[in-house]
């Protein structure tokens, strides 16, 4: 692991941490958050010792979203030909979308932790995770709509298979606020913790459940279910046997059934 000047991430337990660590800009994400993500959650994908993964933010708030800072130079940019602003435009926007990607396309479940602010940006990030946990203090809003533009970085692609169409296109449109008991009856987040600290003991506490598991049985749940998101059911029984086929003979598979005949928690190889 390196030292990131966007990010602070600690493996324990076969848990990565992955913290925002800009807690006095309220974890606004600047030019190096999404340079950054890519590599971690690289380092993440390639290194077995990992089996789940937990994203939270240092201090008051989870994240306010893209950092102005950066929005501004990105407009500095421009210059007065139309075509060109569009090709340069399009392409940060695609760069920005593949910081995303990266976390949705983690082959490790991935956990986000939620307190205090969770706005714009910050709502694609939780969408590309597997799933979201909030302190009672938690607030979300779409907040794209507010500043004359529309989310552009996977909330209005992932969301609706979140919390449904008519939802997202409510919070979308307005752009307003949600709190934490409302984001759990919706789908948004799983459960609500009473403050911070309980928050991310509850949420690592289902992060080192996750990690007791077989990781090779873990890594192919995430995969079919992901895969279904795009395809029918009839096409993801068809790629589940075959994947099957092969991760069926795993050791796992024979440790797990001998470990619950026995009565005994079983220890998975990374």
Known sequence: MSDYQAFKVELNDNIAHVMINRPEKVNAMNAAFWTEIIDIFQWIDETDAVRAVVISG?????????DLML????????????????????????Q????????????????????GYCLGGAIDLIAACDMRYAAEDAQFSIKEIDMGMAADVGTLQRLPRIIGDGMLRELAYTGRMVDAQEA????????????????????MAIARDIASKSPIAVAGTKH????????????????????????LQ????????????????PEFQD
């Open 58 to 66: 240092a201090g008051k708030h989870f994240s306010a979203g893209i």
């Open 96 to 115: 920005m979308q593949d910081s995303f990607n990266a976390v949705d396309q983690c082959r490790k479940p991935v956990l986000a932790a939620i307190q």
């Open 224 to 247: 079919m279910i992901t895969y279904m998101r795009d395809h029918r059911v009839d096409d993801g029984l068809e790629y589940v046997a075959t994947w099957n086929a092969a991760m």
């Open 71 to 94: 929005l501004a130079s990105v407009a500095n940019e421009l210059g007065k030909d139309v075509g060109r602003n569009a090709r340069l435009l399009r392409r940060k926007i695609l």
């Open 184 to 203: 759990r009856s919706i789908g948004l987040v799983n459960r609500v913790y009473s403050d911070h600290e309980r928050l991310l003991e509850g949420v």
């Open 250 to 265: 795993s050791l796992d598979l024979r440790l797990a059934m001998a470990a619950h005949m026995s009565k005994q928690k």
